[in-house]
């Protein structure tokens, strides 16, 4: 069983568009992010929530919209597509937000922008 | 800020050979330290992590030390096989985030040559 699921794994789409990503996992735990991986494999977190709420919001656009509807899921809205919103973008969680926790990481989702 | 450094790639080597992926960091207050795999067209596993100094963290025989001294976390293995080519991320968790945030380096990527 994945622990950490995310669909779609590929999705190629046009500028302008807008798409979603989204995450589920299934180990109980509190806490959930959304990381950024650039074309140099550079990582990023771009948000996190635990148990719903929001308590990491790094500079990310606003046409990034996070939504968790429970604890188990949270998913990735993006408006408008750019070029520049091509990457790979990778669903976590962990147990809870305390700090030095491991955070299980899901398969990502590789977002090409034409 | 916080800060992850690791050395730049590839590092190319063959089957049974020695590694040695270099990490230094850059913290305020005592970091846990992590280090991540991503093999090819895969999402990121953790690999092994050390929460205090002088902690080792071990896996699949790859082993690293937290250093407070020199402020690093190498990656080492005795004896590489091709199965290990891969990127390879060291991260810490910053002490001074609300909530759990994963800073990471720019990522080592390792061939093995049989």
């Known amino acids: 069983d994945t622990a950490v699921s995310q669909t779609p794994k590929y999705l190629v789409t046009q500028m302008g568009n807008d798409k979603s990503i989204k995450c589920e996992q299934n180990?109980?735990?509190?806490?959930m992010y959304w990381y950024k991986q650039d074309s140099k494999k550079f990582l990023k977190i771009m948000f996190s929530?635990?148990?719903?709420?929001?308590?990491i919001n790094e500079t990310v656009p606003n046409r990034f919209s996070p939504k968790s509807p429970d604890k188990a899921h949270l998913n990735l809205h993006i408006n408008s597509l750019e070029l520049g919103d091509s990457a790979v973008y990778f669903c976590?969680?962990?147990?809870?937000?305390?700090?030095?926790?491991?955070?299980?990481f899901g398969e990502g989702s590789w977002l090409t922008v034409v | 800020g916080n800060s992850v450094t690791q050395m730049e790639g590839p590092v190319t080597l063959s089957e049974e050979a020695f590694l040695t992926i270099n990490c230094t960091y850059t913290?305020?207050?005592?970091?846990?330290l992590f280090w991540y795999v991503q093999y090819p067209g895969e999402g990121l596993q953790l690999l092994l992590k050390?929460?205090?100094?002088?902690d080792k963290g071990s896996n699949k025989g790859f082993e690293a030390t937290y250093r407070k001294e020199t402020t690093s976390f190498h990656l080492e293995k005795g004896s590489v096989q091709v199965s290990d080519s891969a990127v390879y991320f060291c991260?810490?968790?910053?002490?001074?985030?609300?909530?759990?945030?994963?800073?990471f380096g720019g990522g080592t990527r390792v061939l093995v040559k049989p």
């Open positions: 929530y635990n148990n719903k709420e929001l308590i």
């Open positions: 976590a969680s962990s147990l809870d937000s305390i700090r030095g926790n491991t955070i299980y």
């Open positions: 050390a929460t205090k100094a002088d």
């Open positions: 913290a305020t207050g005592y970091p846990s």
């Open positions: 180990l109980g735990h509190d806490t």
């Open positions: 991260a810490l968790s910053d002490p001074q985030a609300a909530g759990n945030k994963l800073t």
